[in-house]
């Protein structure tokens, strides 16, 4: 293991000219940094502070940013090295990219100052796709590239672990992918199933036995959950081992609770909003969570009530409640012209349940990221708010699902609603004859004893149309 390099010694080559009034300031610079470093709370920096905060180095120039490429040298304190390295994949900058690569080639280069440059450049997303030193982390040494990731992935959240293993690795081969899993899975810690819940998706069934067999060294509850979906996994030893591993869970339940550093932190909901329009049956939810170190989590769900069932999802780590309250003052101007109402958790939940329930029935995938997300709410005990409105009903004249492309609307009116194609046909009247196409006849209220609340009446005659009865069968794929 080489030895620490004080930042001030360090014999990182100045980014400018050798004057000596340009070391005078470079070196000030560097140390007016380093003081600004040494002063964040480290752990509990909001993304948007990071992102301020980077921005506020940037405008200092490279002899700033030189101070952050210092401090990945710094074994003493892990804490300000993390900071770096976020900050530095915030920065998006040619001149740390340019840093990066002078800095890798210099053969004394600690190990772990590798990893970390190696992981700035993989994350940075300007470099994502064309780097072509990602491929490098399997081949550092495991000793290296675990001492740096126990702490450095320990600073993140679960569902950023995730969202990174699915944007920056996934592209790996699968074999390459299990050894780097089996590494950084060494010790089951619990922000590692960030990465086992992406993989689940994807299943790689060697990936799959793999993890089957280690999620059962985990304590988090979380684990027990994406057992049991490994059960009906087509593959026998996948179902093997999960059977196993959730037996083994379950005999170190009985010898008690297991440590509070063997569970994620327990999030509680805080707020959910949603933005509706009903009449495209589009929605945009957002449900957020509180850490108990008073950080936001929150998802954004876009769901679609007609056909489709949840549509979109992202989500967002480490706001402080004023930039989530922020967000939520920018989204309600943004829609001004649409209702945003904040809902109470159970309407939220409902409204993600039955979109969910949608997406299964008709056959749609869910959206990659809301695997990651859902575990905001899915943790949650839940009782069904009865107010929200069905999802996936039928077209009131043909009794068929509706089926809506992406740009056509079905006809709505009250409770009755009417699928393209029949709101062009045109109907017949039983009492006159006549004929009119729904957008014709004249609607009213039904009286109480009916079951359709609307009716359609004959424009000629007034007469009430007949409807067909409603489709209570479930409806085919
Ligand atoms: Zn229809
Ligand atoms: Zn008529």
Redesign the pocket.
Known sequence: MSRRKSPAHSDAPSPTGRVDDVLVRSVRVRNQTLKLLAEQPVEDLSVQQTRALARRIQRRGPHAIQALFDCLFDEEDPNRQHLAIMLLIEMKDAYVQKRIHQLLQRPDLPERVRVALLAVEALSDESLQASPSVGHLSEISLDSLIQFTDSFWESMEVEEIAMMWSQHFLNEPPAERLRLIEMLMKSAKPKMLGIAYIELIYGDTKILQFLAEKLGMFNDPMAVGLLESLLDNPDLMVRTNADRSLARIRQRRTLGPPPESDLLPRDRFYRAYIVSDPLSGHYSLVYAVKSPNGLIKFLVALLNRWDRGVTDCWGCVRYTIEEFNELIATMSRDFADLNQSRIPKRTAQTFLYRAMELNQRRGYAFPPEFSVWSNLFIKDAFTEDERVPEFGPD?S??Q?PLRVPSHGVPWVIGDLV??P??SRRSLRCPACGGRAKPADCLVTQGNSRDDEKINLRCPHCFEVLPLPPRNTEQPSR
């Open positions: 077209c004249l043909c068929k009417i699928c194609a029949c």
